[in-house]
């Protein structure tokens, strides 16, 4: 069955670095875009971007461009989401999402549990 | 970008009633394939979101057929009839005819 599993919650210090992990199971990775979203807590949903892992083609949302880097481990069948300069702003949940497909429709059929990343010093 | 706008931002009711929730687009999300790439997302309580309708008013499998979805160019609509307590959470609406993609606020649906 599909499941997307994501990395544990990060402790990071302004101005660092976190890189979270999304390793997906049950499809061929290489098929699916993989989309992240950012939550911060008590928040709606803001959406980030998306990596095509058959080519490593990516999008970036205008407010998370330098923000965010998206990358594809075909080997593991992992996504990542590396997000630098961090801020306190940057402190929310972060899921994956699998955008699946159906003939001419598309959508977000398998979500991750989420990464949780509080940004403290 | 565009703006989804959903109201009301939250919702009381009673199980059994129906419940209707707005998602108005400040651009019409028509694509040039002719479809309507409009989703609604259910997040409950320490979930992560997940999806209800795809296309405006396809139910994903295993949806209750008491979640309707209708609308076209920049109005659309969620209906649920018959609200049970499994359906309380965040409803959120979802555009992907235009990048970037975006999300509306969401609607809180809550008991009375």
């Known amino acids: 069955q599909v499941q997307l599993q994501q990395s544990g919650a990060e402790l990071a210090k302004p101005g660092t670095s976190v890189k979270l992990s999304c390793k997906a199971s049950g499809y061929t990775f290489t098929s699916y875009y993989i989309y992240w979203v950012k939550q911060r807590p008590g928040q709606g949903l803001e959406w980030i971007g998306y990596i095509y892992p058959g080519n490593g083609g990516t999008y970036y949302s205008e407010k998370f461009k330098g923000k965010a880097t998206f990358t594809a481990d075909t080997s593991s069948s992992t996504a990542y989401m590396l997000l630098g300069s961090l801020t306190p702003e940057d402190s929310a949940y972060y899921f994956c999402?699998?955008?699946?497909?159906?003939?001419?429709?598309?959508?977000?059929?398998?979500w991750g549990p989420g990464t949780m990343v509080t940004v403290s010093s | 970008d565009v703006v989804l706008t959903q109201t009301p931002v939250s919702l009381s009711v009673t199980l059994g009633d129906q419940a209707s929730i707005s998602c108005r687009s400040s651009?019409?999300?028509?694509?040039?394939?002719?479809?309507?790439?409009l989703e609604w997302y259910l997040q409950k309580p320490g979930q992560s979101p997940q999806l209800l309708i795809y296309?405006?008013?396809n139910r994903f499998s295993g949806v209750p057929d008491r979640f309707i979805g209708s609308g076209s160019g920049t109005d659309f609509t969620l209906k649920i009839s018959r609200v049970e307590p499994e359906d309380l959470g965040v409803y959120y609406c979802f555009q992907a005819t235009h990048d970037p993609n975006t999300f509306g606020a969401g609607t809180k649906l809550e008991l009375k």
């Open positions: 999402a699998r955008r699946g497909y159906s003939a001419y429709y598309w959508y977000f059929d398998f």
């Open positions: 651009q019409s999300l028509e694509y040039s394939d002719g479809y309507t790439y």
């Open positions: 296309e405006v008013s």
